[in-house]
């Protein structure tokens, strides 16, 4: 599998989806880059505020910032490579560029089974019931349903 790198500006947080107005590009980034992981994707996010130390140990990151500024961020490298600058990329670039299926950006675990990450005889959910629709738990005693 092939490996996905993404070097972004500084923000408040490691994701950027905090406060009040969430980007709803970085919304998108962040459950795609989850989604790939799930599928067993090498994923690398580093947000210069958080992570200063991987902008300068990446020679290639260093020149560019050094040379062009902050507004070359985000940087999208795949093994390795410069791919995208400036911007995230889109859904269908990641699928070109990864040479995936569309299918991996979909929230489907790598390996089956219920999130909840206990295992037992019924599918892993402790005192929660898998449901086998979306490798998600429900809780048993509640109406309230979703990942635990």
Same mark, same amino acid.
């Given at each position: +599998?092939?490996? /996905?790198? /993404? %070097?972004?500006?500084? +923000?408040c947080c490691p994701? @950027?989806l905090?406060? !009040?107005? !969430?980007n709803? =590009? #970085?919304l998108?980034?962040?459950? !795609?880059?989850?989604?790939?992981?799930?599928?067993g994707?090498a994923?690398?996010?580093?947000?210069?505020?958080?992570?200063?130390?991987q &902008?300068i140990?990446?020679?290639e990151? $260093?020149k560019m910032?050094n040379?062009?500024?902050?507004e070359v961020?985000?940087?999208t490298? /795949? =093994?390795g490579?410069?791919e995208?600058t400036g911007? %995230?990329p889109?859904? @269908?670039e990641i699928i070109? #560029?990864?040479n995936?299926?569309p =299918? &991996?950006?979909n929230?489907t675990?790598?390996s089956?089974?219920?999130?909840c990450g206990k295992?037992?005889? /019924?599918? @892993?959910c402790?005192?929660?019931?898998? =449901?086998?629709? $979306?490798n998600?738990?429900?809780?048993?005693?509640?109406?309230?349903?979703g990942?635990?």
């Open positions: +599998m092939r490996t /996905i790198t /993404i %070097y972004e500006p500084a +923000m994701t @950027g905090c406060g !009040v107005g !969430v709803e =590009d #970085l998108r980034i962040s459950t !795609v880059l989850d989604n790939l992981k799930k599928r994707i994923v690398n996010r580093y947000n210069l505020n958080s992570a200063p130390q &902008f140990k990446n020679q990151i $260093n910032l040379e062009k500024g902050a961020l985000p940087i490298l /795949i =093994d490579k410069v995208i911007r %995230y889109t859904n @269908g070109m #560029l990864l995936i299926s =299918d &991996f950006l929230a675990q790598k089956g089974g219920c999130c295992e037992n005889k /019924i599918g @892993g402790g005192d929660k019931v898998a =449901d086998k629709s $979306n998600c738990c429900k809780a048993t005693k509640s109406k309230n349903g990942c635990c």
